[in-house]
């Protein structure tokens, strides 16, 4: 079953991408899945894309 990294963050999941990230972020992955789950941290990932990448603050404006 294919959920995305919203769904995942939000059932307690740390996705392989959200490892991925954190690591390039230099952060904990379980604070990133909390503030991707919160909705503050987008991570930009589909099966079409080889890289995946965070969308943050400057980058990305969420409101």
Not at 28 to 43: F, H, N, Q
């Amino acid at each position: 079953m294919f959920m995305t990294q919203l769904e995942s963050a939000v059932a307690g999941i740390v996705t392989k991408e959200m490892c991925v990230v954190a690591e390039k972020e230099r952060m904990d992955k379980e604070v990133l899945r909390s503030l991707v789950a919160e909705g503050k941290v987008v991570i930009p990932c589909n099966t079409n894309k080889t890289e995946c990448s965070s969308c943050r603050d400057f980058l990305c404006s969420l409101g």
